[in-house]
DNA sequence: AGGGGGTTTTGATCCCGATCAACAGATTTG
DNA sequence: CAAATCTGTTGATCGGGATCAAAACCCCCT
């Protein structure tokens, strides 16, 4: 099981992929993007300020896997959005809220740019410009659902909805089902899923024992059964619709 | 105390108020938009169509308060976001759930228009382009700080925060002040923090004897002591920088 | 005044997830 | 290798909000 797996996810050209491809294609949309951007290279952990350099700086995500931290007063943290290759993060589309940081929760690429430059790069191009709204208003979606997902779903719920988004994200098929690298720590799911790490990991063996879930050392995952998952998550297909890209 | 507020109420033209005027202002860029929207009148309850006439509407508000409602599955009904003057609803902003609908939570005015047309006027304007943008990026940092209350704040706390906003929105400084007219329902608000109806009773008995909060009949209520309102607001702060115009 | 239907309130009870504490691995450090 | 530290697991207990049911209050009627 294992070692299909492994095969699966060493073999980076053939794979099978789920949902998206973990890197964004380069079309001339990007090409031209990329003119006018730094790119940036982050490890694990790392911080990329908001505010710095420029007051109201760009990052696009070319690969990788990013998140917005904040934590309000005495508050736990919390996890508020997590960022998926093409998606654009800028400071004005996150709330004022103190100690907000975007930490790359995975070694990542993203392209940073000036908010300047962003906006006279939308405004020379209208399919650019289309495509950037396209993506900025799935992004608002996805937070919204976020907020639905956190006041509505039990905690196991809201669980099998991260896997799910999760699968269809960054997941690879393999014979023995859904495998997926490197996934968030557990203090991340339970910063994102608004649960404390006592519950999750109470929440965690429970899938465990349904099968829904099996740990393969080194922050590997599987899920062995899509259907059954899925049908652990009363938003199922509402999570296809936004974590698919329409092709 | 009541003769007060109601003074401040029908005084319309002086009335000084906490937040944002009650009707976007009508600056040269709301009159290119209004030579290619339909103005639209919804009385209080009345749902717009998302997906009708044209695929991708969008919706303006120009006055009064609109909101999306929403509901998972045998999940009770949620209030995922609420639109203020000024705001911009397109379906493609908000998550693929079954059964989400655009309601006015109270008399309104909006103007609609075709996604295509909005687009296009988007880019004949840089000034205009840039406006709409700024005015999206709140709105979706509302929608993510909505997820962070829900998911950080206790009932207690969510209440505050919620009186907190609506003060700013459309709270009227009054000689006992700050009065609201015409709020939400208590269903709506429930619905909006993601609290049942029974819990929402206890939390509004115990604002009314901490002396936060004073009903007066008619929907409206008074704010008597906006400081300790804020005390009780982890994030109060924050939803001033966010609710708050800029100017 | 007296109904009648809806909403809000209140009381009693229950349950999910939080909290606290102790322990087990894993990783780092000396 | 052992000490230290961080992360994840498990058990016991607690509490905030949910749930259910009944009473009180509104508002509109005629």
Redesign the pocket.
């Known amino acids: 099981m294992t070692i299909i797996l492994q095969n699966a996810m060493s073999d980076t050209a053939n794979r099978d992929r789920v949902g998206e491809l973990p890197v964004a294609r380069l079309t001339e949309t990007d090409a031209a993007l990329r003119e006018h951007a730094t790119p940036v290279r982050v490890r694990r952990r790392q911080r990329l300020s908001l505010d710095q350099p420029t007051p109201d700086t760009v990052y696009i995500v070319r690969s990788g896997l990013l998140g917005i931290e904040a934590a309000i007063l005495g508050k736990?943290r919390q996890l508020l959005e997590l960022f998926y290759p093409g998606d654009i993060i800028r400071r004005a589309n996150m709330p004022p809220l103190p100690n907000a940081t975007l930490t790359a929760l995975n070694v990542s690429e993203v392209w940073r740019l000036p908010a300047r430059g962003f906006e006279a790069l939308l405004a020379a191009n209208v399919d650019q410009h289309a495509n950037m709204q396209r993506r900025l208003g799935e992004q608002h979606a996805r937070a919204s659902l976020h907020a639905s997902i956190i006041g509505a779903?039990?905690?196991?719920?809201?669980f099998a909805s991260l896997l799910i988004e999760l699968g269809l994200r960054i997941g690879q098929r393999g014979a023995a089902g859904i495998g997926i690298d490197n996934p968030l720590?557990?203090?991340d799911i339970a910063d994102y899923l608004?649960?404390?790490?006592?519950?999750?990991?109470?929440?965690?063996?429970r899938f465990r024992a349904r099968g829904l879930l099996v740990?393969l050392g080194g922050g590997q995952i599987l899920l062995p059964s899509w259907e059954e998952l899925c049908a652990a998550s009363p938003i199922a297909t509402t999570l296809k619709a936004l974590h698919t890209p329409p092709g």
Chains 1, 2 share one sequence.
């Open positions: 736990p779903l039990s905690g196991d719920e809201r720590s557990r203090t608004a649960l404390n790490p006592d519950t999750l990991s109470r929440i965690t063996s740990p």
